[in-house]
């Protein structure tokens, strides 16, 4: 018998959490409160030591650096189909002393589409938005809601020529008003390093928005006031 086509016995997949010093549970909770409340990372070592863990503010960012996009991709499976009524505009953020655009969507019933930070403000930004949310959602909208930037129209028409783009005083006022619960949540940091990091903190920001306004099947069977924790709960076990 050639031992070296032995079949190796099966084995359960590796903990994304493996080789970590803290238990899941603590980098999970530490994740989620820099997401969901207005702290910053030192607010979060603080809480945490005020609960008899130890443990750095640069750690803290590494966490919610490494766990964001991993906890977002796993509830991709249980996320509710967004609407067929898109709402799109563009914010901006200083990253590293240099102000950033923010492309973001909505849809008709407040879930976030997606988010992209963009150095640019052009054709290039747009059809990346788009190109990116059509790809990871797999749904394409009806109606597309923006302002009257000039790069809209020809974006659209090549990569959602169905859908009726609608351009009209104050109907973009829903994402408008979104805008404000991000620059509310970046107000008390200390400012975004890179590209990358602003990307991870204002995608994390748009999961927690749409776990907390219901828009993924998890956290169901907890009271309201616990069914962001009880949704990382979850996830953390996928993981």
């Known amino acids: 018998m050639n031992l070296s086509r032995r079949r190796r016995p099966w084995s359960p997949p590796k903990s994304a959490f493996a080789g970590f010093r803290f238990p899941a549970e603590v980098i999970v909770v530490a994740v989620r409160w820099y997401l969901r409340y207005n702290l910053s990372y030192r607010d979060v070592e603080e809480l945490l030591v005020e609960r008899g863990v130890e443990v750095d503010h640069v750690t803290v960012c590494r966490w919610v650096q490494r766990f964001t996009p991993l906890l977002a991709d796993a509830a991709r499976f249980v996320r509710h189909?967004?609407?067929d009524r898109w709402f799109v505009d563009e914010t901006y953020?200083?990253?590293?002393?240099?102000?950033?655009?923010?492309?973001?969507?909505?849809d008709q019933h407040g879930q976030v589409i997606d988010v992209l930070v963009s150095a640019r403000r052009?054709?290039?930004a747009a059809r990346r938005f788009f190109q990116r949310a059509l790809r990871v959602l797999k749904?394409?909208?009806?109606?597309?809601?923006?302002?009257?930037?000039?790069?809209?129209?020809?974006?659209?028409?090549?990569?959602?020529?169905s859908a009726w783009h609608h351009v009209e005083r104050y109907a973009n006022n829903p994402i408008e008003a979104d805008h404000s619960q991000l620059k509310h949540r970046l107000r008390p940091m200390r400012g975004l390093r890179t590209e990358q990091t602003a990307q991870v903190?204002?995608?994390?920001?748009?999961?927690i928005q749409n776990l907390r306004r219901g828009h993924y099947e998890l956290g169901h069977d907890a009271p309201p006031r616990l069914r962001v924790a009880e949704a990382?709960?979850?996830?953390?076990?996928a993981l």
């Open 122 to 124: 052009d054709a290039a």
């Open 232 to 237: 990382f709960n979850e996830l953390a076990r």
């Open 201 to 207: 903190i204002i995608a994390g920001h748009a999961f």
């Open 81 to 83: 189909s967004p609407g």
């Open 139 to 161: 749904v394409t909208p009806s109606e597309v809601v923006t302002d009257a930037a000039p790069v809209y129209p020809a974006v659209l028409d090549d990569l959602v020529p």
């Open 93 to 106: 953020v200083r990253v590293n002393g240099v102000w950033r655009y923010v492309y973001r969507a909505i």
